[in-house]
């Protein structure tokens, strides 16, 4: 069975169709959803919330995007448990949505940055990185100009107890406390990463590491929607 | 009524865009310490009081025009 993917498409997203086509080759049924639908598609196994510049980045990068309708229904899919991934802008509108802790902030450098970034896998046993071995090392492609991820170290603290932080940066490239790259909610079922996945699926583009992040989010959509049938 | 949103960086968080500005004025030449950048948002709200006025555009500020984990807001009612 193809569990089924819903990747969201909003104005200014110019990663949704990467995303799609790194899911179905992983083996996924994945589809666009524009932003402006009020529901999920029926029978939708997991979100993914694409890179992009929503909204042209303005107020705040997430800020206007977290308004769109189909984060409604995306906030509901999330409380009742449903896998959402967000990747770099994606993982900017779930946090200024408060599904992830933590807020993006612009580079340390205010340069855009656009390179390979080498990431350590610091929990396996998650719908996200169940296909990581422990102690995996990834290489996965970063591209973003705010993708300093911060919080206060209370609240970091919290975080690093609880095990929500699940990859971070060898050698950080952003300015982004903890050297966090990565980061869950909670519940484990929500997560936002600014590497890139979906540009990594091919080791005929420089690595194939993004894959075990999707794919094993594809495993767990399956394991779900399995269990609801 | 219009009322006068002043966003600015927390004391203590990194702020790239304040220490870029502040070397290019010491470049100029301007003896500079501290230098934050945040931004300015004007807005006309409907409003019978400027107490009014004020509630309505601290709710504005909560919900969407400050990121209070980074960010302090001020307001200013323009009677």
Known sequence: MKPRVAVIQFPGSNDDRDALWALKALGGDASLVWHAEPELPDGTGAVVLPGGFSYGDYLRCGAIARFAPIMDAVTRFAAEGGLVLGICNGFQILCEAGLLPGVLQPNASLSFICRDAGLRVERTDTPFTSRCEPGRRLVIPIKHHDGAWFAPPELVEELESRGQILLRYEDNPNGAVGDVAAVTNEAGNVMGLMPHPEHAVDPLLGSGDGALILASLLDAARARTLLAI | ?79
């Not at chain 2, 600015?8 to 310490?33: M, N, T, W, Y």
């Open chain 2, 1 to 79: 009524m219009r009322a006068t949103v002043v966003v600015r960086p927390k004391e203590g968080i990194l702020d790239p865009q304040g220490q870029a500005v502040e070397q290019s004025l010491r470049k100029l030449g301007f003896a500079v310490e501290h230098a934050r950048v945040g931004r300015v948002v004007d807005v006309d709200v409907e409003a019978s009081s400027a107490e009014e006025a004020r509630e309505r555009v601290d709710a504005m500020c909560k919900q969407l025009l400050a990121n209070p984990l980074i960010e302090s807001y001020e307001v200013e009612v323009h009677e």
